[in-house]
Structures are given as C-alpha cells and as structure tokens.
C-alpha cells in the first residue's frame, strides 16, 4: 500500500483530498503546517486534526515558522522594498508545501504528499518528464502558483481533486459532514488577512515608509505618495491626488522613491521580460516557442511567442498589448492545457 502525506488546513479541499485519497486506498496522514503566529492558528490544526479524526487517519503537525519567515515572509519583504510586487502564495509553494512537507514526508517513508490545489499532473513517456496540467473546474485553475515546481517535486505529487468542480467538492464535504463545506474562501494572504500589505510590511520593518515625489512621465512633479511600496503598476484608485482626470501608476523607480504617473494608454505592453525561467512541459533547445501566457493570477490567457534570451531569461512577445505587466508578479505559459513553465516579469516594453 502506497503511503502519502496529505496537506491539511482544516478548509473544505484538503479535506476533501483526504477523503479521495483513503477511497483509493492509500494509507494517508494528515500534516498541517505551522506557519505564521496569527489568530486562528491553533483552529485551523484543531479542525484540521478533527477531520482526520473522523476518517480515522494520523495528524502531525509541522512547526515550519523559520522555514517561512526565511523563505516566504523575508522575500516578500525584500521584494516591496526593491519595487516588486511579489506574490508570495508561489514561494510557499516551492519552500514549503512542495519543499519542507515533501521533506519530511519522504523521511517518514512516504510514497507521496498530495494537496488540495486544483490542477492535475501526468508523465509524458516520450520525453520522461512529470507533466502539470489545468483541472476540470478551469475557474479554480491554479497552476499559475505552481511553475516554479521541479521534476522531483513533481513526482511525488498527488492532485486529487483535478477532476472535480468546487461545486462537487463542496457536495463531498457535507457528505462527510465536515464544517468547512459551506466556508466562504479567503482571497487574503495568509500572514497578511486584512490586505494591507503596506500597514503589514511598515510594522514588519519597524518603521513608516518614507514619502516621495509623484511625477508623470516626463519627470515633472506632481504632488507627494506615501511611500512608493503603498502602490503598484496599473492602480488608479487610493493615489490621494487629484490631477483633474484618471491617472494611473505607469511605474516606480526605488531607488529615488518615485511613483510614475501616466494615462492609462502608457500601462499596456506588448514585450515583456522574465528572469528565473523554470521549465515543466518542456525544456528550452534556443528556439522561439508559440504558447499563451498568464500575467496574473486572474488574467485569460494570451498568444504569444516565447524568446529564449539565456538558460533563465526570455522574451515574451505578445499578439496583443497586455495590461500592467507588473515587475515581481509571474508571467506562466502554456501550451493548451499543459503548464510549459514560468519566470518572474522584470521589465516590460
């Protein structure tokens, strides 16, 4: 009997996967990841640990707070500070879900680790690499925070719930009567619940961001921001100046605090550039590749053409001009629906 170590955070997915899991026969356990001190903690390993009770299932609980404050939290915290907007939901994946868990997993003598995540994955015999895929429910595709994820993560991954709609995920949960099947789901970062990033990080670092010039893109000042990590590339609303029309952030320079003002025409681009390239479908022999790419999380899927630049960089060269392509943020391509890789936007044009 095949083992696997299940990812659990009490919510209504992670339950549901260990349900799928023991059905198919695994003999499963359930760990939860302690992350971030925060209300709430010790409730989601309670309820975590009471849906493993009622499967009949071990639960551990993993305390991997340096892991994430190191690799997640300081991260992120660097990225602001450097101008980026960074979504830290993909490093925790690549540290921590899919790099600590397994870990440990694997040292337990587990087969696999298996997550509530939405995408499926598959081996490709011809070119013997792990595959990742969109799932059935493509409104709750979420590959996009999974590119940076390597062959060996990949192999010792399950995705139970790639076939089914949240809908039936949801039908599961009461089934088995579980409390979190009617849940609302929660759009914030985890270690950041209220959305306020600038409030989370001016605290973290100990002191307020310092105030700097807003100009346009001709370099005349137009008025004073609060600290250029309050805004990013496309943001409209919250700019507390009034220029007698709609003004938007075209970009920022750090290291002079300044925030770039502009029409919205100025936020779309048709060219942009990716560092830290991770391939998964495919791996990169110098040619141009015709794909589709994401910029963000929500964003549909555009046709482009994929340039290699070097082993990490490329060009991503769109049919149409694209919105806010934000530095930090991932551009993740594909090829219909399988994940080919991904890279970290870095400048665009």
């Known amino acids: ?27 499963v356990c359930g760990a939860t990841l302690r992350l971030y001190e925060r ?20 639960h551990k609980v993993y305390d991997m707070r340096s892991t994430f404050k190191t690799e997640v939290i300081e991260r992120f915290a660097r990225g602001y500070a450097l101008g980026l907007t960074p979504n830290p939901c993909i490093e925790c994946n690549k540290y921590l879900k899919f790099g600590a868990l397994l870990d440990e997993a694997l040292k337990d003598g587990c087969d696999f680790i298996a997550t509530g995540h939405y995408s499926d994955i598959g081996f490709d015999v011809g070119s013997g690499r792990y595959l990742l895929y969109r799932p059935a429910d493509r409104k709750k595709d979420q590959t996009y925070v999974l590119w940076r994820l390597s062959q060996h993560q990949l192999s010792h991954m399950l995705m139970p719930l790639s076939r089914l709609t949240k809908d039936e995920v949801r039908e599961i949960a009461e089934k088995y009567a579980f409390s979190s099947a009617s849940a609302k789901e929660s759009q914030d970062i985890c270690f950041v619940p209220d959305g306020d990033y600038a409030a989370f990080l001016e605290e973290y670092r100990g002191e307020p961001f310092k105030t700097g010039d807003y ?36 970009s920022k320079d750090p290291v002079t605090n300044t925030v770039i003002l502009g029409d919205e025409e100025h936020i779309y681009k048709k060219r942009v550039y990716i560092n830290n390239v991770n391939f998964i479908g495919a791996v990169s022999d110098g040619r141009d590749l015709t794909c589709t790419a994401r910029l963000r999380y929500s964003a549909r899927d555009e046709k482009c053409v994929f340039h290699p630049l070097s082993e990490t960089e490329a060009l991503l060269e769109f049919e149409n001009p694209q919105r806010g392509p934000t530095p930090g943020q991932s551009a993740v391509f594909y090829d219909g629906d399988a994940v080919l890789g991904g890279g970290y936007i870095i400048r665009s044009e």
């Open 39 to 58: 209300d709430g903690v010790s409730a989601e390993v309670a309820a975590a640990k009471e849906v493993c009770d009622r499967l009949g299932i071990a």
């Open 1 to 27: 009997m095949k083992k696997v170590t299940a990812a659990m955070s009490g919510g209504v997915d992670s339950s549901v996967s260990a349900v799928i899991l023991k059905d198919m026969g695994y003999e």
């Open 215 to 250: 100009t346009d893109i001709c370099g005349k000042v137009l008025g004073r921001h609060l600290g250029h990590q309050h805004y990013t590339i496309g943001q409209r609303k919250g700019l507390g100046i009034a220029l007698g029309k709609p003004q938007f952030v075209i």
